[in-house]
């Protein structure tokens, strides 16, 4: 036995991991510093994040276990892994005769059905959820805020999606949706998912015929914002003169949303949300929210670059930033002892959970793989 693979040997022993519950070609493309954050993850949620009905974080409701249960099955653990299925039992018991993966009564039909829609699409390999999965994109592309609901173009909240609580559209939501449409086979030409961009593109700091807003005028740096319906609203606050401040978890999935809609690098949505990014590149913050929302930004962060086909970023300062590398660096100096994340510092959001906080990092992980 070599040197290298007796000390994996060793690495294996003393955490307690099982590293061939990653898929080969995990194994063979990522570093070992990264293989080894990754298998402490999944040690993490496999011995101490389920529930003994399969759930994770059973008192979030349905979302948090098919984020985390997508995040387990990104990198390469079977569907027919025990750890997973009883994941997928469990949430297969919130569908409903509608179509819907969600809680009874819960404002989040949206966001609970788009990541339920993600997980069973990454179980799908063998079309065994092909019924339930139909039935739920019908059952969201209801929900968005168009013409059957009341919303004419004119209608800042037109194409979007929201939790349904504060009465608005918001991007959070509406990337979820896109995302959610895409992975169940829904191209470009998609008609919600065109008019889920006719909202996506008036969230952008940028004036043009598509954001006739009157935010961007007061703030025109081609970053996102959170919602312009509702008089408008940013999590990152104001500008001295008004107007709403983007910040880095919805510029990167707004651009995410916006290439899955087809537009194309030359689009000046793109380019401007593209310069925004080299203005605030950052991988020890969540630009414009500190530390509030990390991990999803993370997860966001690499979700968007690895879409956008971009192997590196070059910063405003002329420094070209290999993403894919620095944000796996990131998240294995982040790691905790017992192999989970948490924000620590930051519990907004949720950040606190160690269960949803590790299915981010594991996810923005899956993304940072290198490509071919």
């Known amino acids: 036995m070599s040197f290298r693979a007796f000390t994996c040997c060793l690495i294996v022993v003393f955490f307690?991991?099982?590293?061939?519950?990653l898929g080969a070609e995990e194994r063979r493309t990522l570093d070992e510093p990264v293989r080894r954050a990754i298998g402490r993850g999944l040690s993490f949620l496999k011995a101490k994040g389920q529930a003994a009905d399969g759930s994770f974080s059973r008192s979030a409701g349905p979302g948090v276990t098919a984020l985390v249960t997508t995040a387990i099955l990104k990198h390469g653990v079977s569907a027919d892994d025990p750890t997973v299925q009883r994941a997928l039992k469990w949430l297969e018991g919130f569908q409903r005769e509608d179509g819907g993966i969600h809680r009874e009564g819960t404002f989040y039909r949206n966001y609970e059905t788009c990541l339920a829609i993600l997980c069973f699409v990454e179980a799908n390999a063998d079309g065994r959820y092909d019924a339930l999965l139909a039935k739920a994109d019908a059952f969201v592309k209801g929900l968005q805020w168009d013409e059957d609901h009341g919303k004419s173009e004119s209608d800042y909240a037109f194409g979007g999606q929201g939790y349904g609580?504060?009465?608005?559209?918001?991007?959070?939501?509406?990337?979820?949706?896109?995302?959610?449409?895409?992975?169940?086979?829904?191209?470009?030409?998609?008609?919600?998912?065109?008019?889920a961009l006719v909202f996506i593109s008036r969230c952008q700091n940028l004036e043009s015929q598509h954001n006739t807003t009157p935010f961007p005028a007061k703030n025109p740096d081609g970053g996102m914002i959170y919602t312009p319906d509702v008089g408008g609203y940013s999590q990152a606050g104001k500008t001295a003169n008004g107007g709403l401040r983007s910040y880095g978890s919805m510029t990167y999935a707004g651009l995410k949303s916006m290439i899955f809609a087809g537009l194309g690098p030359e689009d000046k949505r793109v380019k401007a949300a593209v310069e925004w990014i080299r203005a605030h590149y950052d991988l020890e913050m969540n630009p414009g929210m500190g530390k509030a929302g990390l991990y999803y930004y993370y997860h966001t962060f690499a979700k968007a670059l690895d879409a956008l086909g971009q192997e590196s970023v070059s910063d405003l300062d002329g420094e070209t930033h290999d993403w894919r590398s620095e944000l796996s660096q990131e998240l294995v100096t982040r790691q905790q002892q017992d192999g989970s994340w948490i924000n620590e510092g930051n519990e907004r959001w949720m950040e606190g959970d160690p269960n949803l906080?590790?299915?981010?990092?594991?996810?923005?992980?899956?993304y940072c793989r290198p490509k071919e």
């Open 16 to 21: 307690g991991l099982n590293l061939t519950e």
């Open 165 to 195: 609580k504060h009465k608005r559209a918001d991007l959070s939501n509406t990337s979820f949706f896109v995302e959610a449409l895409t992975a169940t086979g829904n191209d470009e030409d998609c008609e919600a998912i065109q008019k």
């Open 357 to 366: 906080v590790t299915g981010y990092a594991l996810l923005a992980l899956a």
